[in-house]
């Protein structure tokens, strides 16, 4: 195996890198966001429900179906960052594995 492809295979593995850790910030924002958004909202439906005199046991419940949407998105956000996060370190496994190769190339 020639030296110059593999060092080319190892560069754009690293851009990929590069560009994963920036989406892996921007889903992290994401997630925060939408825990946030969440919890407000959250906090704003129990508040009504308390007003409207619900009975105390199932405020929770009721509040809770009221925000699925929200905590759909929460979950999503935080799964989606999840996943990020286990492809990066698939991708950093990929530029080791190339590193082993480049390292054994060169001293054939």
Same mark, same amino acid.
């Given at each position: 195996?020639?030296?110059?492809?593999?060092?080319?295979?190892?560069?754009?593995?690293?851009?990929?890198?590069?560009?994963?850790?920036?989406?892996?910030?921007?889903?992290? =924002?994401?997630?925060?966001?939408?825990?946030?958004? @969440? %919890?407000?909202?959250? !906090?704003?439906?129990?508040? %009504?429900?308390?007003?409207?005199?619900?009975? !105390?046991?199932?405020?929770?419940?009721?509040? %809770?179906?009221?925000?699925?949407?929200?905590?759909? =998105?929460?979950?999503?956000?935080?799964?989606? @960052? %999840?996943? !990020?996060?286990?492809?990066?370190?698939?991708?950093?496994?990929?530029?080791?594995?190339?590193?082993?190769?480049?390292? @054994?190339?060169?001293?054939?």
């Amino acid at each position: 195996m020639e030296l110059t492809p593999t060092i080319k295979m190892l560069q754009q593995a690293t851009n990929r890198l590069s560009d994963a850790s920036k989406e892996i910030f921007r889903l992290a =924002q994401k997630k925060a966001e939408t825990e946030r958004e @969440y %919890r407000m909202e959250l !906090a704003k439906v129990i508040f %009504r429900l308390r007003d409207e005199k619900i009975p !105390a046991t199932i405020i929770g419940d009721c509040a %809770r179906g009221e925000v699925a949407e929200l905590k759909f =998105q929460r979950d999503l956000a935080a799964d989606m @960052y %999840r996943s !990020a996060l286990s492809a990066m370190e698939a991708l950093k496994s990929e530029i080791n594995a190339i590193q082993t190769i480049t390292k @054994y190339t060169g001293e054939i």
